[in-house]
């Protein structure tokens, strides 16, 4: 394949957990791939690694306190932005094609819309952006007729199990989740966990915020919100079921009753491949699914006593409106403040409830009002104990 036919990829977040699994994509397949400009939030060091190894251009870091002692740590042909502002800088470059967004945390909503605004394609990785503001992302994709392909490996299922059927025969969709890493663990003793304990999932490795997300079961409310926003989906239609081994990634049923899975190890590259080559298929970095193995596969319903952050994302997507924000940004500070031994493992649930109850519900929110509703959120939640 020429050089010129390759697909010009943005990668934001590339330092972290989902960067690391798309820069073993990009080293597979260079020959339809080409990274042309990157972003993380602080770590200078490993981002310019990433732009001398890949001949990367355009680089942004969020942390603009680290920007004058970075400088130097950049080869010399490398543009170094910083701040919200160089994120959206690297996530319009005028050569992109797609960009994939895998900061973690509402950070990601802004230079998400402005690739759309500027034509580009969108990998979302990032779920926080669309509990945010959903409807603003939808709205300017559909406008723009970009493509918003879902990197989240649930939604990656979902999207594939649906590829080229009518909605008119979806029923509903089926998320399986691990049930995180306490899923056996007495509830009596859920008190004591640790933030260490908390960060090491059994079978995904993955950022430190989702892991805590996993363990709580917030990350999959936060994906029911995606489902339904990626999806049209309201939340009747929205199911989850705890699935340890996490090899079949969700399913979807179809009004005659046929259930669809897809399936694949847990390892991110699989969907951040699919988005990044889309509609194109090519080997995988890593070896699928071996039947030739004995496996086992094993399905439950949710115990909701044991997860309420599940109840409170049906609670706040039931609700609407500005709900989902405040849901996303309670969770984010109450998880910082539990990784930072600041707030007990249980109390984030309770954080989260108490806000949703605190800030003023809103229907339709602009994306100005849902920022002034993130930000009332994250300041009544760092309130809480
Ligand atoms: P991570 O913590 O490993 O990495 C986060 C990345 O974001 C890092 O590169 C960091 O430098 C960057 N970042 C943080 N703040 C920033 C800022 N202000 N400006 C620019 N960059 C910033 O997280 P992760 O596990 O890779 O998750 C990233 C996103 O993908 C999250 O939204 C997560 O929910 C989602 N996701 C992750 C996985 C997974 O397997 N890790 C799976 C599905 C979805
Ligand atoms: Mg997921």
Redesign the pocket.
């Known amino acids: 394949m020429p050089a010129s036919d390759r697909r010009n990829v943005v990668l934001?977040?590339?330092?972290?957990?989902?960067?690391s699994?798309t820069l073993q994509v990009l080293r597979q397949h260079q020959d339809r791939l080409n990274l042309v400009g990157v972003?993380?939030?602080?770590?200078y060091q490993a981002l310019a690694q990433i732009c001398t190894e890949f001949g990367v251009r355009h680089a942004?870091?969020?942390?603009d306190s680290v920007y004058p002692e970075a400088q130097a740590h950049f080869d010399s042909q490398v543009e170094l932005h910083c701040g919200a502002a160089g994120?959206e800088e690297v996530a319009t470059l005028a050569e992109a094609d797609i960009v994939l967004v895998?900061?973690?945390?509402a950070?990601?909503l802004r230079p998400t819309l402005a690739a759309i605004e500027a034509g580009k394609d969108i990998a979302l990785?990032?779920?926080?952006l669309l509990v945010l503001g959903g409807a603003h992302v939808i709205e300017a994709a559909e406008r723009k007729g970009v493509r918003l392909l879902p990197?989240?490996?649930e939604h990656n299922a979902i999207f594939q199990c649906l590829e080229g059927r009518p909605m008119a025969h979806l029923d509903q969709v089926i998320l399986t989740a691990s049930g995180g890493q306490f899923r056996d663990t007495p509830l009596a003793e859920l008190s004591r966990v640790t933030p260490d304990e908390a960060t090491r999932h059994p079978n995904?490795s993955?950022?430190?915020?989702?892991t805590v997300?996993s363990a709580t079961m917030a990350?999959k409310g936060l994906e029911l919100i995606e489902a339904h926003w990626l999806f049209g989906l309201e939340p009747e239609r929205l199911k989850v079921v705890i699935h340890p081994q996490s090899i079949v990634h969700s399913l979807v049923q179809l009004i005659d009753g046929s259930i669809l899975a897809q399936l694949s190890p847990p390892s991110?590259t699989f969907a951040i491949q699919h988005c990044l080559l889309y509609p194109h298929r090519a080997a995988s970095v890593l070896p699928t699914t071996d039947f030739g193995e004995m496996l086992q596969l094993d399905f439950s319903p949710p115990d909701l006593q044991r997860y309420p952050c599940l109840e409170l994302a049906y609670q706040a997507l039931k609700t609407g409106g500005a709900a989902p924000a405040v849901y996303n940004a309670a969770n984010e500070v109450a998880v910082d403040r539990f990784l930072n031994k600041k707030l007990g493992f249980l109390e984030i649930p309770q954080v989260i409830e108490h806000c949703l109850e605190g800030v003023a519900a809103m229907t339709s929110p602009t994306l100005d009002q849902l920022f002034a509703i993130d930000a009332e959120t994250r300041t009544l939640a760092r309130s809480c104990y």
């Open positions: 934001l977040g590339a330092t972290g957990s989902i960067g699994s972003a993380a939030g602080s770590n942004a870091l969020g942390d994120l895998a900061v973690v945390g950070t990601g990785a990032n779920k926080e990197t989240d490996s995904w993955m950022g430190p915020k989702i997300d990350n991110m």
